[in-house]
């Protein structure tokens, strides 16, 4: 089936974006099958995209999920994964949010020293696991670098005797331990070196079930940007589990919790052109769309590939690409060449399925857009654009 992206947005309205079922289900596919494991389990991080019938593709493809707040945890349940394929990784929570997600039936784990003697109080006599800093982390921006001396999360690595102790007082048992070192990650040799870290300090926990080696992996958005070469991460990962079920002697499971590398590529964000300016020195191609509704450029100066689909033969021009918000840093692109564009032609912002609706805003009280689904049986409205009421 040809789709026009012109005609989904005659349907559906434009700005409107667009997720390729097959593409997500290759992803997850791709990733369940990296390491050649048979046990290896795969936890989805839906921060990256909470859209109900794409948990259900996930769920559908053998995924949990891993959940960051009481909300995701039930959004989860509500789209059919059982509690015991949740994991919920929360950071700096309350005891109330806490308790309601043990309440869910949902396996915590804690953040923090302080928290896992919070837990204790809530919980005496449950398993819990611990989130470890091993003081390594990387990310495509300073913003989304989660482990190393400057991150505020978790447990430093040399701490676990302290966490230990704290587990033993309160009555606790320390089931597993977790890190998750940054997001955008396209160098398997950091991933590794920060495994190890985490495997030294499993080795430590007496009682650890499970070892979760968090998420990150990159994709490579622009031209030149390194391709993560999965496979061949998966069969070193698999070389460092293998040698720590040997080591311990202890059947140990082992996780992953991505979130970007299934959801980015099968998402495309459409815009529609509503002026061009040419002013002295640059053009400037203003959209119906914006930092609200794709935040990434603006927060992280985030790169995304972008296509002029009405006229693709055009003659190329520089110009930047602005969205509709009253700020000066509302620009999905700057200085990208693109054909010439017009009033009313549509723009494809690609690979925009991960951190693009789940952090749009209202902000300006414009309203967040439709999201399609294509599948096999054609274009399927899978969440409405949001109107007046909403607002
Ligand atoms: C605890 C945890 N796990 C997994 C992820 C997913 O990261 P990514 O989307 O880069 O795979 C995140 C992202 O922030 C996270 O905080």
Sequence with gaps: M?????DLLAQFGSPLYVYDEAELRHRCRAIRDAVPLSDVDVLYAMKANANPALLQIVREEGLGIDAVSLGEVRRALRCGFSADRISFNG??????????????????TVD?????????????????????????????????????????????????????????????????????????????EVFLKAMDVLLSVAARVPDHRFVDFGGG?????????????LMGFGARAAELMIAHREATGRDVGFRFEPGRLVV????TLYVTVTAVKRHQQQVWVGTDSGFNHLLRPALYGSYHAIENVT??????????????????GDVFARERSLPRCRDGDVLAIRDTGAYGWSMASTYNLRARPAEVLIGEGGPQLIRPREDEEDL
């Design 217 to 229: 992996f990159g994709v490579p958005y622009a031209p030149g940007d390194a391709t993560l070469d």
């Design 311 to 328: 006229s693709p033969d055009g003659p190329l021009e520089t110009v930047n690409v602005a969205g509709n918000v009253c700020e000066a």
């Design 2 to 6: 040809t789709l026009v992206p012109g």
């Design 112 to 188: 923090s020293l302080s928290q896992l003697a919070r837990f204790g109080r809530l919980a005496p006599g449950a398993r819990v696991a611990i989130r470890i800093n091993p003081d390594i982390g990387d990310g495509h921006h300073d913003h989304v670098i989660t482990g190393g001396p400057a991150s505020k999360f978790g447990i430093e690595h040399r701490r676990v005797g302290e966490a230990l102790d704290v587990a033993t007082r309160a009555g606790l048992v320390i089931d597993g331990v977790q890190h998750h070192i940054g997001s955008g990650v396209l160098d398997a």
């Design 264 to 267: 980015a590529t099968c998402g």
């Design 91 to 108: 950071n700096n929570v309350g005891d109330s949010e806490m308790s309601a997600v043990r309440k869910a039936g949902v396996h915590v």
